[in-house]
């Protein structure tokens, strides 16, 4: 069973940056991947950003290339999301997803086994 606990959302200005994190708790292994996902209202949810622990290979949504860093800390079992040059467009809830299966980074929801409780990250324009 692993737990997932979110941090860093808020409400910032477009242009501007926050930078989520996410640590895991209890039993992990070192297959492991970990991504993130948000969801506006009325919205499907959509893939942002993954990364395995061997080897951190990342993948990332069209999106946010070039915008959203994804990286890892394996002492620390935690994931974070660097958001920089934020729109508006990416006002949702952040959510940190962990799979077991994680040789390579995956953009599909299903594929994940563990859920966060989510962070808000709202832009104003």
């Known amino acids: 069973q692993v737990q997932l606990v979110e941090s860093g959302g808020g409400l910032v200005q477009a242009g501007g940056s926050l930078r989520l994190s996410c640590a895991a708790s209890g039993r992990t292994f070192s297959s492991q991947s970990m991504g993130w996902f948000r969801q506006a209202p009325g919205k499907e949810r959509e893939f942002v950003a993954g990364?395995?622990?061997?080897?951190?290979?990342?993948l990332y949504a069209d999106s946010v290339k070039g915008r959203f860093t994804i990286s890892r800390d394996n002492a620390k079992n935690a994931v974070y999301l660097q958001m920089n040059t934020l729109k508006p467009e990416d006002t949702a809830v952040y959510y940190c997803a962990y799979r077991f299966n994680g040789l390579a980074p995956s953009g599909v929801g299903s594929t994940y086994d563990y859920w966060g409780q989510g962070t808000q990250v709202t832009v104003s324009s």
């Open positions: 990364i395995a622990w061997s080897g951190s290979r990342t």
